[in-house]
């Protein structure tokens, strides 16, 4: 067995042509991947990218773009209050529709998985309905059933001898009144991710409960909840991620018309994303608005995103996605 | 367990696949469809070409309208074979703006012909984007003087170019339906009502009132004279004093807006309005249930009743608005910089806008009405009008547009007009007094372009 020596240099040759035999070994698998980085880039990466270098501009689309710096940020968190009404409308939003909707979703998902009900299918089914259906067919269905003189609401309300109530007209009645759509749309699919995760429960840990003589709401509170906690902080982030770019509904229901403004009266239903898209491309001109203004207004938004799941993630212990 | 599961999903299968082969004959069929339909637009094409000898090549259009009428542009302008076939892509009013600003921000896009509508019109005429139609290979000066004066201005810039023509205008006055002011035993002809409210008869908004007074306590206040007093009324005396809040670059909203914002309240304090906000599902419904007999509005307002209460057709008559004559809405017409055909661009705008030919072709199916003063002298408009009730319309509202009073624009209009519409909305939803109220609109409205150059 003859031992062979290398110098330094020839090591390093060695290690070279090793490496690139390694990339001509793969270079389909480079090629196969190569279209989602090129997508990716064109996209998503410069879009992105793009958007810094604006939110530091002056720029109405049209006109030469002019460098404010940090103005931009500057106005949008000293000046700007319409902008902070728009951000909490957006928590309050989030806040009032996410925790209803994932309670009932959760406890649906519960009692469709128990095994007490038949027509499971159908019950799926009939509550992922109205996720299905696009924001603006939902907007319309709703702004005609909340219509102050002659919505469906207020005549079944007249049954109870209760005052019509201006639902989208009212500054008090407005938010509930996005709240209540949004659960009616969002609780049938949050449901069905709930409903994928109590089904990813081993059920012989459920019979090694029951024959310990655990009772229904022990299993529920030491074995599902427990388990459940991956999904539910599934939920949560994406319900974070959803809420804080809350705009389809809201504009639907006091989007604004020849005689009204955006987000109905006093701004009540006016969120973030609305302000932002508002002014980018309608009001467009000047400086507390235009393509670089609502960009700082995205990165406000994309950096609220993140504390907000960070600050859920940590305070739920560790990231048990990670088990 | 093992066979039936798999007995299960074979039968799951099987459907699936048959779903499938279904939505496959399907899309073949539509695609069958498509194909028949490009051949005949080809073969269409083929046609136009042949008849015009010596003619540069056929060139496609794009125009880009927010109303599926445009069609008829397109249709009839196809069939004169001028040596272009204009396409026209219906744009939704709520991002058509958005559409063309985005196009000139990314530099590619825009349509050839674009349209522009009053409320948005000072953003674009602010800055760049649009071709001057006044100086060459464009001569749009010489239609000044057959184009309604106030329209001409706002399609100006500050330096004296035209970026965008004329095409129509909103004269807008008061609407009641006969059949309602009968059954109240009302007088209901027009020539009465006139003389009741017009400003033609000096008559005031308080005339109004008054006229809406006796609606009310003729029906026992079942039905109100208008809608919603924050669009009738507001939207009204506003307009008469120009639309919009800028004099120039001067914001003035304390003086153009606190008047009307006092009259709306006070009407609706009354109780005159039936308080059913405008455009929407109550809206209509209110219209089918006779909840109000009038309303304060445009010409425009003919095609979308037309389509939506059938019902009503013949029941409409209008009289000029009490105080003055005054204008809602109305667009133009534009050529982007972007657009590379830009003869044949000129031959369909000029065609569309600055003929009669073209405005009365979309005028007489639409009643969009004509700004270019001259499509008004076709017989068509001392036609009596069966949406009217044989009332001679045309010539009332050609009359209410001769005496509209300039109006300027600029690139804060829409959010001056968002900033007083919430502050509107609190004086009508939550009693805020109206002088208050348009006080701190004009702060807010400052604040808002506050160290801004245009």
């Avoid at chain 1, 928590?91 to 406890?107: K, Y």
Wanted: aromatic share 14%; charged share 20%.
């Amino acid at each position: 067995m003859a031992t062979t020596t290398f110098t330094v240099a020839e090591q390093k040759a060695q290690d070279r042509r090793t490496r690139r035999k390694e990339a001509k070994r793969n270079v389909w698998a480079y090629v196969f991947v190569a279209p989602f980085f090129f997508l990716y880039s064109i996209f998503g990466l410069f879009p992105l990218v793009y958007g810094v270098w604006l939110s530091f501009h002056q720029w109405d689309g049209i006109s030469p773009m002019k460098w404010v710096g940090f103005l931009n940020y500057i106005k949008l968190f000293t000046v700007d209050d319409v902008w902070w009404q728009a951000i909490y409308n957006t928590v309050w939003l989030f806040v009032g529709a996410t925790i209803p909707q994932l309670l009932i979703a959760l406890i649906l998902a519960f009692i469709i998985n128990s095994g007490y009900i038949r027509f499971k299918d159908f019950f799926r089914a009939a509550y992922f309905m109205p996720f299905v259906a696009s924001a603006v067919a939902v907007g319309i269905l709703f702004s005609s059933l909340f219509g102050l003189q002659y919505g469906m609401f207020n005549f079944f309300l007249s049954f109870f001898g209760i005052d019509k109530i201006d639902w989208l007209g009212s500054a008090l009645w407005l938010k509930p009144s996005i709240v209540l759509v949004t659960v009616w749309q969002w609780t049938g699919y949050s449901m069905i991710i709930f409903l994928a995760g109590l089904q990813s429960i081993n059920p012989e840990l459920y019979e090694a409960a029951r024959v310990d003589g655990a009772d229904t709401n022990d299993v529920f509170w030491k074995i599902t909840m427990p388990l459940m906690r991956p999904v539910i902080l599934f939920q949560v982030v994406t319900s974070i991620i959803g809420a804080m770019q809350n705009f389809d509904i809201p504009v639907m229901l006091a989007g604004g018309t020849q005689s009204s403004a955006p987000g109905g009266t006093d701004h009540a239903g006016l969120t973030a994303m609305m302000q932002l898209y508002w002014s980018a491309f309608k009001y467009n001109t000047g400086s507390k608005s235009g393509f670089g203004y609502a960009s700082a207004m995205s990165f406000i938004l994309f950096f609220m995103i993140v504390t907000f799941s960070y600050l859920y993630n940590r305070a739920n212990g560790r990231n048990l996605t990670e088990d | 367990m093992a066979t039936n599961d798999k007995a299960l999903s074979r039968r799951r299968f099987l459907r699936f696949a048959a779903a499938g082969l279904g939505a496959a004959s399907v899309a073949g069929v539509l695609a069958a469809c498509g194909a028949k339909k490009s051949d005949d637009a080809a073969a269409g094409a083929e046609a136009t070409k042949a008849p015009e000898e010596g003619k540069k090549a056929n060139v496609e259009l794009t125009f880009w309208w927010w109303d599926g009428n445009g069609q008829i542009w397109a249709d009839a302008y196809n069939k004169l074979n001028r040596g272009a076939t204009v396409k026209f892509v219906n744009t939704p009013f709520a991002d058509s703006h958005d559409k063309l600003l985005t196009s000139f921000a990314s530099g590619t896009g825009a349509p050839d012909i674009a349209s522009l509508e009053i409320g948005r019109i000072g953003g674009f005429t602010a800055k760049g984007g649009l071709a001057d139609l006044k100086s060459a290979p464009f001569d749009g000066g010489k239609y000044e003087k057959d184009m309604v004066k106030y329209k001409w201005t706002q399609g100006s810039t500050t330096d004296g170019r035209l970026v965008a023509m004329p095409w129509d205008i909103g004269p807008a006055g008061v609407w009641y339906r006969t059949d309602i002011m009968e059954k109240l035993g009302l007088p209901s002809k027009p020539e009465e009502i006139e003389a009741l409210i017009s400003h033609t008869k000096g008559k005031k908004w308080e005339d109004f009132f008054a006229l809406s007074q006796q609606v009310k306590e003729k029906s026992g206040g079942k039905v109100k004279m208008v809608a919603d007093a924050a669009t009738d009324i507001y939207g009204g005396a506003l307009r008469q004093g120009g639309e919009g809040y800028f004099e120039g670059m001067k914001l003035m909203i304390e003086e153009k807006a606190t008047r009307p914002a006092q009259l709306a309240a006070d009407y609706r304090k009354q109780g005159l309005d039936a308080n059913i906000a405008w455009w929407g599902a109550d809206w209509a419904a209110g219209v089918k249930n006779d909840a109000f007999a009038g309303m304060v509005i445009a010409c425009w307002m003919q095609g979308g009743l037309t389509k939506d209460q059938p019902q009503t057709i013949g029941k409409w008559r209008v009289v000029p608005a009490p105080e003055a004559s005054y204008n809602w809405g109305g667009s133009f017409c534009a050529i982007p910089e972007q657009c590379k055909n830009t003869e044949m661009a000129w031959d369909f705008l000029t065609w569309a806008c600055c003929s009669a030919e073209g405005q009365n072709a979309m005028f007489k199916p639409t009643g969009v009405f004509p700004a270019y003063k001259p499509a008004w002298a076709d017989p068509l408009y001392d036609a009596p009008q069966d949406f009217f009730g044989g009332q001679r319309t045309f010539r009332v509202w050609g009359d209410i547009a001769d005496n509209v009073a300039s109006i300027s624009r600029s690139p804060y209009d829409l959010q001056a007009d968002d900033i007083v519409n919430a502050e509107m909305a609190k004086v009508m939803k939550e009693g805020k007094d109206p002088v208050q109220a348009m006080k701190d609109a004009e702060a807010a409205a400052l604040k808002a372009i506050e160290g801004s150059t245009p």
